[in-house]
């Protein structure tokens, strides 16, 4: 079956102090910032080149350092390593690096998922979704996923773990899924239905009534959501027309959730559904859509003193755009800037998919926009620029070019066009 993917340190010494372990993530980020990315950049008085091959040594050493901790004693040596983990593989591209210590990288990450708290496993499965994104959506990427799958699945439906273990749980498996989803689909269909699992137990009875969320719920409901969402992006149309009316109208109900962030998260998914909707039929139309409408129109005009200023701010922004968009196909076309070259954000399924990548890298999702070949591949970039060094500095390894051909590489995670395939895949 074809997926229709349109996309596309230790000397760890007991006792050491947490100063040490911060001054480690500082020393690497300051490296990625300064000589690591520069080629020719002049010592101040001498005029003599800075040795980038030696401040990427350094800088590797001290990587490896981090990874070494992660098989610490101490909890606090352990979150510091993940943490300046965390900034390292958000901030620059490490393929080279990282391909040679996958296994044993993935190995610390599931030592820590299985036997850490829940602020370690939290780290650990956002420092796993991070792996997948540096190793690029092949064969590794695959590998991995399959491997530490079953406990981040075990973590997101432990009643008992921690709210925001279980959060970064599905953020982790909807990011690894859709970087490295099998050719057979058979990874999607159950990513699909575990984070359908989480997120269902807020739709309403059948009374029509809404649960009342317990503490924390709807943040984990807006992360499975969210993570289901960036998924759906990859069903062909013959899953999709199971998957639209099927959920649609609960969450149309779901609009009247307590939970400002949730109420966003439904409003922009029903967008989202909409928009793929009518890709496959171009007079696809929700069914009930005045009632959906007028909903729409209160929360893009809600003046609830009860709720806070930018919360309600907020809202009615993004309420206002889903509006427009149900009515009249109308989206406001965002232009994101990285160095020479621009990503334009023309639809709600594009949206989703850098909103996904962006909550995980953070600031250093423009990085890897310009030099990581998975983020380039999807958003239809083409292959990293060399750009002249007067005026970047910047350059790529062969490493980085030759991932961008591979053969891993060819058949995953591709950017679905507009006009969507209209095949009748099986899944």
Same mark, same amino acid.
């Not at 001498?46 to 040594?57: C, H, P």
């Not at 590794?140 to 491997?147: D, H, L, P």
């Not at 600031?363 to 002249?388: A, E, K």
């Not at 500095?393 to 980085?400: A, L, T």
């Given at each position: ?14 006792? *050491?102090?947490?100063?040490?372990? /911060? #001054? ?22 001498? @005029? ?23 098989? /610490? ?63 690029? +959506? @092949? ?18 439906? #432990? ?25 057979? @689909? ?81 409003? *922009? ?13 171009? /007079?696809?139309?929700? !069914?009930?859509? *005045? ?11 809600? +003046? ?25 196909? !109308? ?23 850098? #909103? ?7 600031? +250093? ?22 750009? #002249? ?31 969507? !395939? ?6």
């Amino acid at each position: 079956t074809v997926l229709d993917k349109g996309r596309r340190v230790k000397n760890g010494l007991k006792g *050491e102090s947490a100063a040490s372990d /911060d #001054d480690v993530a500082s020393d690497i980020l300051s490296h990625y910032s300064s000589a690591s990315e520069t080629t020719s950049v002049l010592e101040e008085g001498t @005029g003599e080149q800075v040795d980038e091959q030696t401040a990427q040594e350094e800088t590797e050493d001290k990587l490896k350092q981090c990874i070494d901790n992660l098989m /610490d004693k101490s909890t606090k040596t352990r979150l510091a390593a993940l943490e300046s983990l965390r900034q390292a593989f958000a901030s620059r591209l490490l393929y080279d690096f990282l391909t040679e210590r996958r296994l044993t990288v993935s190995d610390s990450l599931e030592r820590s998922l299985k036997k850490g708290s829940g602020e370690e496993q939290a780290a650990a499965a956002t420092v796993f979704a991070l792996l997948c994104i540096q190793l690029g +959506g @092949g064969g590794e990427a695959e590998e991995g996923f399959k491997m530490l799958r079953p406990i981040l699945t075990a973590i997101l439906m #432990d009643g008992t773990a921690s709210i925001a273990a279980r959060q970064s749980c599905a953020r982790s498996l909807g990011m690894c899924c859709y970087v490295s989803a099998a050719e057979d @689909g058979e990874d999607l269909i159950k990513s699909l239905a575990l984070l359908e699992s989480v997120f269902m137990s807020s739709y309403p009875n059948r009374e029509g009534t809404l649960p009342t969320p317990k503490p924390g719920s709807s943040g984990l409901h807006s992360a499975a959501l969210q993570a289901w969402s960036l998924l759906v992006t990859l069903c062909p149309a013959s899953r999709l027309t199971v998957l639209l009316p099927l959920h649609l109208p609960k969450l149309q109900a779901c609009l009247q959730s307590s939970d400002v962030n949730y109420r966003i998260a439904v409003g *922009e998914t029903i967008a989202l559904l909409v928009e793929l909707g009518r890709d496959i039929d171009e /007079d696809f139309e929700v !069914d009930d859509s *005045e009632t959906l409408c007028e909903c729409l129109k209160s929360l893009a005009t809600d +003046g609830n003193k009860h709720r806070a200023k930018n919360d309600r701010r907020k809202q009615r922004s993004i309420f206002r755009e889903v509006l427009h968009y149900i009515e009249n196909e !109308d989206f406001t076309e965002e232009k994101i800037r990285f160095a020479v070259e621009n990503v334009y954000i023309d639809g709600w399924m594009r949206r989703r998919i850098y #909103d996904a990548f962006k909550e995980i890298l953070e600031s +250093g999702v423009r990085h890897h926009l310009q030099f990581n070949p998975l983020l380039r591949d999807i958003f239809g970039l083409g292959p990293p620029l060399i750009l #002249d060094a007067a005026v970047k500095g910047n350059k790529i390894s062969r490493f980085e070019k030759h991932l961008f051909n591979s053969a891993a590489f060819k058949a995953r995670t591709k950017q679905r066009s507009k006009a969507r !395939d209209k095949r009748a895949d099986v899944m």
